[in-house]
Nanobody, 123 residues
Framework: VQLVESGGGSVQPGGSLRLSCTVS????????IGWFRQAPGKEREGVSC????????YYKDSVKGRFTISRDDAKNTAYLQMDSLKPEDTAVYYC?????????????????WGQGTQVTVSS
């Protein structure tokens, strides 16, 4: 199983980035996809999740209205569109796949993880 994130980088406050997570080795449409992030010296936190069944989406309060999660099952890829970025969004972002996710921000409910991509928001 392999999850590969891409799309990270450096951006000024107010800018946008789109992260991608391409999954191989599993039946993609069986899995919910979550995005997590970890800033230096902080614990990893759940940012967003999209379900496998009906495409329901979930967001951390601090990113609601700024981030949008989506998935393309034909491409085995999930996306995180991040707009109006703030310096506090700076972190390594990870995507994760889980078949039985109940709490979207519970990292132990995801079986497979990507290697992470750095997002830096700074002027």
């Amino acid at each position: 199983v392999q999850l590969v994130e891409s799309g990270g980088g450096s951006v000024q406050p107010g800018g946008s980035l789109r992260l991608s997570c391409t999954v191989s080795g599993v039946t993609f449409n069986y899995y919910a996809i979550g995005w997590f992030r970890q800033a230096p010296g902080k614990e990893r936190e759940g940012v967003s999740c999209i379900s496998s069944s009906d495409g329901s989406t979930y967001y951390k309060d601090s990113v609601k209205g700024r981030f949008t999660i989506s998935r393309d099952d034909a491409k085995n890829t999930a996306y995180l569109q991040m707009d109006s970025l703030k310096p506090e969004d700076t972190a390594v972002y990870y995507c994760a796949a889980g078949q039985w996710v109940v709490e979207f921000d519970a990292s132990d409910e995801y079986e497979h993880w990507g290697q992470g991509t750095q997002v830096t928001v700074s002027s």
